[in-house]
């Protein structure tokens, strides 16, 4: 059963992915903040990696470039719900800085599934 | 308060003029200016009094002239100056407000989006896991959810249009583009509509998508539609510019009422009836055009209607023609 890990500050956000991923069959772990986050990715590398770039305590960016420091492989799905300039230009960065994949917020069950599933088939 | 113009400026100096000899004329009588003028040339024969006092009139009424001629200059170029730091102090509180406003869309859009998210994910979840034959209403109603859901997503889609100042990456040759935009331009417009174009070759590679400059042609078309009747008759012009394109849009419907004329671009600003329009039309042609470093204005057209003008920076097309 892939393990998943989710990091996103709103735990609504969070509640409605990880519902979903358990329904479709997944080991779900979540993390409020990217801190938590990165000690998980250390402890026992998951599958996949859902990462919100907008967060309060450190940003979906630097917790990239912490990876990248740290060596950590887990490939990661930058998500995003924008901002005056956030949409565009950080999902990009996050792609440059070596996020696998990249959603943009709102998206539904079936965009979500999609991508995890093309994810771990790579 | 209202100004004087120029015409009651020239009035009220030639008054100030005309008091100004009355004093000095009053002040040369009581000093027996005449006599002493006399004695002078009676002392010096060879001078005639006559031409001293025509020559002395003349000079005088020369300096005058000379002076308010100057001075009716000078007040016209300053009342032009003040008029166009004006226009530009207004432009510039115009630009800043949307500016701001678009700060606040992406923030608003940007919370929207986590709240928005959710709803969708957890409906479609909790519709999905319902027996068909069991819950039937209930999956109906769980259906109607997500489609309003769907309608907010497509309004927070558009504010966030405007609310990005970033362009969208993609570059696209301006008469290229402005071919297909036609093409819908005319398949929008009823038979009865009256349209015109005109468009330069050479209008050069713009910082905008295909389906942005569709988009920017379309809505501005609707816009006239919007305003004015369907026998309306619209002006679609697009020119060179030394440093890029202009492209105007005239209609000759109502025009634009001055009093919501600084407003027109604002997100959610329409004078349609509650529920007929969005508001974001004009917001989003703006944020398009915006992006791609260009700018957008309007105005009323002295015959009746309106004009939109927007200005593109572009580069020359690699490849000739279009």
Redesign the interface.
Known sequence: MPRILIIDDDDLVRYAIAETLRRAGHEVIECAGAADGLRVMTEGAPDLCILDMIMPDQDGLETLTRMKGLGLKTPVLAISGGGRTGLGLYLQTASLLGAKDILSKPFDNEILLAKIEEMLAR | MPERTTTQELIFYLVIAAAMTLVITASLVALDAFDFIYEYTRSHEDMELDELILGIAAALFSLVAVGMFKSVNDLRRYREAVEARRKLEKELEHRQRLSAL??L???M???L??????I???C??TR??LDTKLHERERQHLGKVLEA?KGA?SVVAEA?TF????A??EQVDLNTALRHALVLVDAMLPPTANVSKAVEPGLGVVDLSLQQVQTIMLLLVQNALDAADDEVSIEIRAERDPKGAIIKITDDGPGIPLDIMPRIFEPFFTTKPQGEGTGLGLSTVYGHVNGAGGNLRAENVATGGARFILWLPSNPSPAKGS
Request: proline share 3%; glycine share 20%.
């Open positions: 678009g700060t869309l992406g923030g859009a940007h919370s989006n986590n709240y928005l998210l959710p969708e994910m957890l479609g979840l999905d896991g859901t997503k966030l609310a990005r100042a970033d969208s990456g």
